[in-house]
């Protein structure tokens, strides 16, 4: 049997279609609540979209621990091997609107949230190891020259050069950006990084760095620009059809958790900072340590509701896991709460997409949208410390081991120019075939086509810097578009109807 339609207060409605009118022909009463009520909802059914990432892809799952690392942490989720979770996740493009295409070229947002026992633990990171900048502060006028210029309304391919010329630590991810991986195929097919050095404490209060690797169980797949140029014109959603079809389908997209580990007193002695965003560290001084599989199972049944209220935030982290000093993941701590409280209200924790799967028990107090009774454990402690025994205190057994700082307070810019160029050397000169940097070169040069010959130039001297033979070949296929001579660069090897390039 059908259930009876209502009003948002309950009340029986007798009819969906026809409004309330005096005689056949109108007018329409303004006693017409209902009529009232569902066009004032449907003025209020959207909320901001993201100020960045606002396209988005996600998924609910289950996280399980394979290998034991509790002599790094005291996390609860890795006290044990066999441990699980149930995780959230929010794939997505950094700088189109919610209704962009899915198939850019693009950074991959990576967004995860794991529900331990111990509170909710987020990693919000990309499909890259690194990022443009080091420094929060350089964040907003980032993203203003990837979002629209103000008199245009258009993209602008000088906003980007110009800011990525003037700031030469930019060339490891851009190196990436305009590489194969820039058009993932889906979601599925990339890696996630956590990309910030992280820290693990344990229970003896040892304290190492760390970084988070998400490596895709599915074969790594890229498309060129004209395969995505081809999918877009079919379709704008391809990402969240591969998605929702996959999982739907039964086919359960995977990543296994690895973690890069660096006691504390090493940072010391290294030869670059390990706390730089624009610098991975090489595998080969830090292996990769398996930890657990990420496994995602089940679409949410309602986008909204468990994706676009999804609140990730480097700020949520459980004991055993803590920040580093890196200057981004600093600023990001501020920036993702507020963003949540501006876009989804000041009780965004609480909705279902973010709430704890563990007793949560705090003093904050009412507020818009307040609709949950005090969570405080005694119904008169409205206040702390106070002397009723049930109510909530703090559990200094959760404090971090401190962590020494030195230096004077400053405004400190790279000390080594040189550094910043010596990881993407590795990156176009060793880790990528001759394929992949004739496609790179010509990436780059159909990105730089718009682009005034003074921006150009500044960003040729920036490639130089990487390698020589990386400006020759970005100056030779700006050439090669000009004439049309471009039949020879090698396009992405299909398997089937699927470009991949085989998993290691
Ligand atoms: P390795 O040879 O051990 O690793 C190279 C890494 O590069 C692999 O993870 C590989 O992923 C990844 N890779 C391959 N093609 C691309 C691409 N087009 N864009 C981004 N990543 C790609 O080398 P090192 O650890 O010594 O690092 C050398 C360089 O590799 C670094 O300077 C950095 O640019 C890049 N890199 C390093 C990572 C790290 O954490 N050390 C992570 C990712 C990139 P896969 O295994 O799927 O082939
Ligand atoms: C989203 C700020 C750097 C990954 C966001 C949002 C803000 C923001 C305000 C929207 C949040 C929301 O409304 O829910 C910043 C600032 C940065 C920064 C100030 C630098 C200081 C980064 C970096 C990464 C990253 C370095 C990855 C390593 C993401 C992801 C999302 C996001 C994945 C989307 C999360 C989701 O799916 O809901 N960022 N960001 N950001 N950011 Fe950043």
Known sequence: ????????????????????????????????????????????????????????????????????????????????????????????????????????????????????EEGNWDMVGNNTPIFFIRDAFKFPDFIRTQKRHPKT???????????????????????????????????????????????????????????????????????????????????????????????????????????????????????????????????????????????????????????????????????GIGYSPDKMLQGRIFAYADAHRYRLGTHYDALPANAPKCPVHHYHKDGAMRFFPPKTGHIDAYYEPNQYEESAKADPSVMEPPLKISGDADRYAQEDKDADYVQPRALYEKVLGDDERARLHLNMARAMAPVSEAVKERWYAVLNRVSPAYEAGVRKAAKDLETGNIDDYPGIPVTGDTPVRAAE
């Open 1 to 116: 049997m059908s259930k009876r339609l209502t009003t948002s207060a309950g009340a029986p409605v007798p009819s969906n279609e026809t409004s309330a009118t005096a005689g056949p022909r109108g007018p329409v009463l303004l006693e017409d609540y209902q009529l009232i009520e569902k066009l004032a909802h449907q003025n209020r059914e959207r909320i901001p979209e993201r100020v960045v990432h606002a396209k988005g892809w996600g998924a609910q799952g289950t996280f399980t621990v394979t290998h034991d690392i509790s002599r790094y942490t005291r996390a609860q989720l890795f006290s044990k091997v066999g441990n699980s979770c149930e995780i959230l996740s929010r794939w997505s493009t950094v700088a189109g609107e919610q209704g962009a295409a899915d198939a850019e070229r693009d950074v991959r947002g990576f967004a995860l949230k794991f529900y331990t």
């Open 153 to 319: 309304n258009l993209r602008s391919p000088e906003a980007m050069f110009d800011f990525w010329a003037g700031q030469p630590e930019s060339v490891h991810q851009v190196t990436i950006l305009m590489s194969d991986r820039g058009i993932p195929k889906n979601p599925m097919h990339m890696h996630g990084y956590g990309s910030h050095t992280y820290s693990l404490w344990n229970d003896a209060g040892e304290r190492f760095w760390v970084k988070f690797h998400f490596r895709c169980q599915q074969p790594i797949a890229n498309y060129t620009n004209e395969q995505a140029e081809k999918i877009v014109g079919e379709t704008r959603e391809s990402f969240q059809e591969d998605l929702y079809n996959a999982i739907d389908d039964g086919n359960f997209p995977k990543w296994e958790m690895n973690i890069q580990v660096m006691p504390e007193a090493q940072a010391e002695e290294l030869d670059f900072n390990p706390f730089d965003l624009t610098k991975v560290w090489p595998h080969a001084d830090f292996p990769l340590i398996p930890v657990g599989m990420l496994e995602f199972n089940k679409n949410p049944d309602n986008y909204f509701q468990m994706i676009e209220n999804a609140a990730f935030s480097p700020s949520n982290k459980v004991p």
